[in-house]
């Protein structure tokens, strides 16, 4: 049997169990960081460094990797693809907790046995991961204290989304929505008789996490994903106030990369470009708020301030 399948198989299972979640839940409040592979970590260095400015520093999880910090709190994880043979770049996507060893024990009390331990990192943070329905591994960080001060330079600090591939929208609202609590925020599409995208906030903050559709009932057929596909849809958002300012900044400083598109209105009413590194994971840089109204469904949450 495929090993995919047996993995999905067993988080089903495990999520069929954990729908009945115990109250209180530590509080879930924001993006943590993305994690990805690339096939040259120099290059990718120039990139995170140069066209974005995150300050770079060492990954207390992988001494072969590094982090790109957009703020004390907030950075992309980029680890040397090596051997890895698989398509997608997404190593974990990872969210930020107030109690990380309070959120493991609530979640094995709510049947979930997938998470790991917690951990602390060197800097004093505590993690720990786990999978979602589809097996894509999930971590949550507990911050070390102190401010989540700005990088100086940076052309943004502040996360505000990521997305990254999704097949079946309802499995995965067991575990993000019925389980973990995040809280609709916005959908769209290019059609109107289909669905690309779900946005939903987290419990206890207003960062989001989006689905990107494929297969049945979006516009990226299976047969679409490949390698430049997964680089698109898996990704990071970085808010900026005013996105004629960013992408000007970019431009007279000579740091737009090689790969870029934009600056387009979205669907969902913000200004938004994208930038990609040299392995086609894209970032995106989008304007907080609105500034028309969104297609497709209105927002019923509030949107992040910066």
């Given at each position: ?92 996507v990872a969210y ?13 009390r709510a049947g ?193 301030t910066g």
């Amino acid at each position: 049997m495929n090993v995919r399948i047996v993995m999905l198989a067993a988080a089903a299972v495990t999520l069929l169990g954990a729908t009945a979640a115990p109250a209180p839940r530590p509080a879930i409040t924001g993006i943590s960081h993305l994690a990805i592979y690339a096939s040259d970590m120099a290059k990718a260095d120039h990139f995170y460094t140069h066209v974005l400015g995150a300050r770079r520093g060492a990954d207390p999880e992988h001494a072969d990797g590094a982090r790109y910090y957009f703020s004390a709190r907030q950075f992309v994880e980029v680890l040397p693809a090596s051997a890895r043979t698989s398509p997608s770049r997404l190593a974990h996507v990872a969210y930020t907790t107030v109690d990380a060893r309070g959120l493991r024990a609530w979640l094995g009390r709510a049947g979930m046995s997938t998470a790991g331990a917690v951990q602390r990192g060197a800097g004093g943070e505590l993690w720990f991961a786990t999978r979602d329905a589809e097996g894509n591994e999930v971590q949550f960080v507990q911050p070390a204290a102190g401010p989540d001060t700005p990088v100086a330079g940076a052309i943004s600090g502040r996360i505000i989304h990521l997305g990254y591939a999704v097949h079946d929208r309802a499995r995965q609202d067991g575990f993000y929505r019925q389980l973990l609590g995040f809280r609709p925020y916005w959908f769209g599409a290019f059609k109107p008789d289909k669905v690309d995208w779900v946005s939903q906030q987290v419990p206890d903050g207003r960062d989001w996490l989006e689905y990107m559709m494929v297969g049945a009932g979006s516009d990226v057929t299976l047969d679409k994903v490949d390698a430049r596909q997964l680089g698109v849809l898996n990704h990071l958002s970085l808010g900026v106030r005013n996105m004629q300012a960013a992408v000007t900044t970019l431009y007279r400083e000579d740091r737009l990369g090689a790969r870029h598109d934009g600056p387009q209105m979205g669907l969902d009413g913000k200004w938004q470009a994208n930038l990609y590194d040299p392995d086609g994971t894209r970032i995106e840089l989008m304007e907080f708020q609105p500034v028309t109204k969104p297609c497709c469904s209105p927002f019923t949450a509030e949107s992040p301030t910066g």
